[in-house]
C-alpha cells in the first residue's frame, strides 16, 4: 500500500514539472559555492589593522564615557550637598 502511495507522489512530482527536492537542493549548494568564489576577501594584514584600530577606538571611547561619568557624578554629589 506505501508503494501506491510513493508512486503517486513521484507521478504528480514529475506531472507538475518540478525537479525534485535533492535536485533543488543539489543546485541550491552549486549556486551558494559560485557565489562563494566571487566574493573579494581582504588581506589578513588589512584585517589585523582593521582589528587593532577597533580595539583602540573602543578603548578610547571607553575611558572617555569613564571619565564623563566620574565628573558628572562628582558634580551631582557636589550639588547635592549644597542644598
Keep these: 500500500m506505501a508503494e501506491k502511495e510513493e508512486k503517486k507522489v513521484e507521478k504528480k512530482a514529475r506531472a507538475s514539472g518540478k525537479p525534485s ?23 589578513w594584514k588589512s584585517v589585523r589593522k582593521n582589528t587593532l584600530i577597533v580595539i583602540v577606538t573602543v578603548v578610547v571611547l571607553a575611558v572617555a564615557i569613564g571619565i564623563v561619568d566620574y565628573l558628572l557624578t562628582q558634580g551631582i554629589v557636589g550639588l547635592s550637598r549644597l542644598v
Excluded: T
Design 21 to 43: 527536492v535533492f535536485k533543488r537542493i543539489g543546485a541550491w549548494f552549486r549556486s551558494l559555492n559560485a557565489e562563494r568564489k566571487k566574493i573579494s576577501w581582504a588581506s
